[in-house]
């Protein structure tokens, strides 16, 4: 499997090229996406799909994930790459009935639609289990006895 450079969709007149699905060929699909992320349209915010995703990510997701690469390169969490079956956001999406068979420029526009609020979960969960710790820190050394003496 070849790398993919963005500048692959320079050699294509991508707006001619039609929406495709999981069945397309990868390279067809990755400039399908890059084509919608560079476009920048999302959908008309739908409180039954973001409760759908905050579902699944509270489930599946967030227990798993440590970090978020934060740039706006291809594959990453602003522009994820739905090619990769692997990946955290193509599980995430096929979770959700609404959107597992979903094309991917329709995937795209709900990920710019969402991902603002998806990226608050992970800050919200993040500060829960910090919390969390902090709370059992501060339990630990109530029912230890001891003190900490600073010098």
Not at 5 to 14: A, G, I, K, T
Not at 91 to 101: E, M
Request: overall charge positive.
């Amino acid at each position: 499997m070849s790398a993919f450079d963005e500048s692959d969709s320079d050699h294509y007149n991508d707006d001619h090229i039609e929406d495709t699905t999981a069945e397309d060929e990868r390279k067809k699909r990755r400039l399908v996406m890059i084509k919608a992320y560079s476009d920048n349209i999302g959908q008309q915010h739908q409180d039954n799909t973001m409760r759908s995703i905050n579902r699944v990510l509270r489930q599946m997701v967030l227990p798993k994930m440590k970090f978020l690469e934060n740039t706006n390169k291809f594959g990453s969490f602003n522009r994820p790459d739905f090619t990769d079956p692997n990946s955290w956001v193509s599980k995430l999406f096929t979770k959700i009935p609404a959107l597992d068979n979903a094309t991917d420029r329709m995937k795209c526009q709900v990920w710019i639609t969402y991902k603002a609020k998806i990226k608050e979960q992970f800050s919200l969960h993040r500060s829960s289990v910090t919390l969390k710790i902090k709370r059992a820190m501060i339990a630990g050394k109530k029912q230890s006895g001891c003190c900490m003496v600073f010098l």
